[in-house]
């Protein structure tokens, strides 16, 4: 019960302390949207960063959130490739130290002689190394992806932003063109 009178007058003393004004500066303010939150955010947890930069859209624009079950397939399709190729690797190593040996070949690679295991166990190799690439870039791919969407996050595309191309006449004689730029509702004008 002390605890709780302690922990409710450090927040009325706290509280107390702020001015009207400050309290309407926060209000006002427009909290930036970090893309770095969102780089890290996505580095520890795959599919987290585009999760944060949804949250952070506003109401009309949020589509990140469909971007996760692609990346959480992506990975898994690439960890499955690299799981398989790793077992059939080592089954194929196995078969040949145990050719070697003198022991009896496995059922799945009887057909093949010494020299057919050797050049399928290099295959699997291969696509055992290209997996673990195809792993890293799809992890690689979606945290440059949070870091990019993040950045475009308080991006405007209003209808007030526009650009008008017409020609025009410069002095009395000369022709030109009128590059004409609206941005919220103010208009800018330049003559070449």
């Known amino acids: 019960m002390h605890r709780i009178k302690i922990v409710v007058f450090f927040l009325g003393c706290c509280l107390t302390s702020w001015s009207q004004d400050e309290l309407t500066q926060e209000v006002d303010s427009v909290k930036k949207h970090p893309p770095k939150k969102a780089v890290i955010l996505s580095a520890c947890v795959p599919g987290a960063g585009q999760i944060y930069n949804h ?17 959480y397939a992506g990975l898994g399709a690439t960890s499955y490739f690299l799981i398989q190729n790793q077992l059939t690797q080592k089954a194929l190593k196995t078969d040949y130290t145990n050719r070697q040996n003198g022991g009896t070949p496995d059922a799945r690679w009887a057909q093949f002689d010494d020299d057919g295991i050797l050049t399928l166990y290099n295959q699997y190799l291969t696509k055992r190394d290209l997996s673990i690439l195809g792993v890293g ?10 870091g990019i969407e993040a950045h475009f996050v308080d991006f405007d595309v209003s209808e007030d932003l526009s650009m008008k191309i017409s020609p025009t006449i410069l002095g009395l004689t000369s022709p030109g063109v009128k590059v004409q730029f609206n941005f919220h509702k103010k208009e800018t004008s330049a003559f070449f």
């Open 137 to 146: 870039a799809v992890y690689l791919i979606q945290v440059v992806d949070a």
């Open 55 to 71: 949250i952070a859209m506003p109401k009309g624009k949020r589509k990140a959130f469909w971007k996760v079950p692609l990346i």
